[in-house]
């Protein structure tokens, strides 16, 4: 696999996992609610926030990793790759 496959697939595996974090966040959230926890530090609406954060940064990096590849690997022209052959050719021969 080339590199560029792999960030593909690291930047879907986190954003997977943000979707389970913000699952994560809603249910301490419910259990702040309902008071089956007692810290009182943290309001639910902060753990609600927080699920929507992970949520929506998580859908984003499952739904547009191909856009995030693309800025972090820009695909070279035919042009420019073609020039940074020609080069290696001639060493060669």
Request: net charge neutral.
């Amino acid at each position: 696999m080339h590199p560029r496959a792999w960030f593909g697939a690291a930047v879907r595996v986190i954003g997977v996992w943000m979707v389970v974090q913000s699952a994560s966040s809603f249910v301490y959230a419910f259990n702040l609610v309902k008071g089956l926890d007692s810290l009182r530090s943290i309001s639910p609406m902060a753990m609600v926030n927080q699920g929507v954060g992970y949520f929506v940064v998580g859908l984003f990096l499952v739904k547009l990793a191909p856009l995030v590849v693309s800025w972090a690997y820009p695909r070279r022209s035919e042009a420019s790759t073609q020039d940074a052959e020609e080069p290696a050719k001639e060493d060669e021969g």
